[in-house]
């Protein structure tokens, strides 16, 4: 089964349209405005095609990435290696704009110490404080960005969860009515 790209796809539609366009016209005195509208197709908004890619480009990621335990993206932000929008921090949790934001506040937030925590699935009973950690914090970030009446907190687990980045991180989103289900 051959894959064809959001935009190929795009084309097409816009091609279909053009036709289809250039028919009504032939034809107007048979429709009414209303009816030539109905008579195009439903094309993709550019947002639906751009959360499309970028959905693919996320899994695509997370498939590429491993859990080899060497440093992270996360670790030069936490180093201030690599500049980021800073939201909340504390000596042990730190937290900052996502830069490929799903909804208006998105938010990730990390423990600034990994000790062996890549995923979640790697929780040992030695973690238990900083899960708790985070977990407040989100709920800081969100008071911070007017979210707290409703927010969702996401961990993303291993390849098949998305997780593209190997420092467990929590996703703070918020700012839109979220959907159920999720994903």
């Known amino acids: 089964m ?86 909340y921090e504390d000596e042990n949790v730190l937290a900052f704009r996502d830069i490929n934001p799903q909804a208006p506040v998105h938010v990730l937030v990390i423990p600034k110490l990994r000790d062996g925590l890549t995923t979640l699935g790697k929780a040992e009973p030695r973690h238990i404080e900083v899960l708790g950690q985070l977990l407040h914090a989100s709920k800081i970030v969100a008071e911070k960005e007017g979210i707290v009446d409703g927010f969702r907190v996401v961990i993303n687990n291993g390849a098949e969860g998305c997780q593209s980045v190997y420092h467990l991180h929590l996703h703070v989103l918020g700012g839109r009515q979220m959907k159920w289900p999720p994903g």
Do not use: Y
């Open 2 to 87: 051959a894959v064809t790209s959001s935009s190929t796809l795009l084309l097409r539609n816009l091609s279909t349209v053009g036709r289809i366009a250039q028919s009504v016209r032939a034809n107007s005195r048979i429709f009414s405005t209303g009816e030539m509208i109905r008579a195009l197709p439903r094309i993709a908004s550019p947002r639906s095609i751009s959360s499309t890619r970028a959905a693919h480009n996320e899994e695509a990621a997370a498939k590429a990435a491993s859990d080899t335990g060497a440093p992270t993206i996360f670790d030069k932000i936490i180093a201030k290696e690599i500049p980021s929008d800073i939201v």
